[in-house]
């Protein structure tokens, strides 16, 4: 199975992408886009919904 490391720009932590996810695919369409690992885009999703209600 193909994957890809990348380099989350929230936590500095290097995570994989697996062939056929959604994040493969936008990582191999732009290799020069930050990305974030799931922990880290599970977290700022919660950031955002509790900014929107304050
Ligand atoms: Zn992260």
Redesign the pocket.
Same mark, same amino acid.
């Given at each position: 199975m193909f994957h890809y490391e990348i380099l +989350? !720009? %929230? +936590? &500095? &932590?290097v !995570?994989r992408v697996y062939e056929g996810t959604k994040e493969y695919k936008q990582f191999k369409e732009n290799k020069k886009g930050i990305y +974030?690992?799931e922990? +880290? %885009?599970h977290n700022i999703r919660i950031e955002a919904i509790k900014n929107f209600f304050r």
């Open positions: +989350c !720009f %929230s +936590c &500095k &932590k !995570f +974030c690992c922990e +880290c %885009s």
